[in-house]
């Protein structure tokens, strides 16, 4: 079983929709969670940190549940240039461990 | 303000050859972090450096060893190149501390091992 483990997708959407990601990781001494977003043949970015506590920016809310080792992004009102990739990152003792990723189609 | 830098861009090499893959954290920061990210997969973790040393280091061979200059700039090495190894290779820079950090990365190198 792989370190974080995200929805294989594709995820393909109207614009305009809400799109939601999941993402699980399995050792519980994860210290600190992250989403990053990945353009086709481009570097992957940081979209979000993620905090027990919920975050939101803007149209993206992310939330960490440490109980369930369960991490989520919520993308409201989708548009066109959220097509990407989405990456679920944990980072434990110092290692960054990536998901392997959610591709995400917005739909004109 | 310069980002995190990387060259060359693309690489094409053979079976068996080595390669030098270079970075330039972005300024400020002090800690080296290299992935390799093959097609369709996320990237995976290979070794980190801090104060010119290998703090952290993923589950890859020996063939793949690195450095750390006193100006922060990082290199990863590959012996004995695989087919396998064809990948996009990312250099991510951050602080030390705290362990919350978020990463920058580069735009990679593409290598291809024929």
């Known amino acids: 079983r792989k370190e974080v483990e995200q929805d294989p997708g594709p995820f393909n959407v109207p614009e305009g929709a809400t799109v939601a990601f999941n993402c699980t990781y399995s050792n519980s001494a994860s210290q600190s969670f992250f989403w990053y977003r990945q353009d086709c043949r481009k570097e992957p970015k940081l979209l979000m940190s993620v905090y027990s506590s919920g975050n939101e920016d803007g149209r993206f809310t992310a939330q960490l549940n440490r109980a369930s080792q369960y991490i989520s992004l919520l993308i409201r009102d989708s548009k066109l240039s959220d097509s990407a990739t989405y990456l679920c990152v944990v980072n434990r003792d110092d290692k960054i461990i990536f998901g392997k990723g959610t591709r995400l189609h917005i739909l004109p | 303000d310069a980002g995190v830098t990387q060259s060359p861009t693309h690489l094409i090499k053979t079976r068996g050859q080595q390669v030098t893959l270079r970075c330039s954290p972005k300024?400020?920061?002090?800690?080296v972090s290299w992935y390799q990210q093959a097609l369709g997969q996320g990237p995976q973790f290979i070794f980190q450096?801090?104060?010119?040393?290998?703090?952290q280091r993923g589950n890859f061979p020996d063939r793949f060893s690195g450095h750390q200059f006193p100006n922060y700039s990082s290199e990863l090495n590959v012996n004995a190149l695989l087919l396998g190894d064809s990948a996009l290779y990312l250099c991510?820079?951050?602080?030390?501390?705290?362990?919350?950090?978020?990463?920058?990365f580069g735009p990679g190198t593409r290598l291809l091992v024929l």
């Open positions: 300024s400020g920061h002090d800690t």
């Open positions: 991510a820079s951050s602080l030390d501390r705290p362990v919350s950090e978020t990463q920058y």
């Open positions: 450096y801090y104060e010119e040393e290998e703090r």
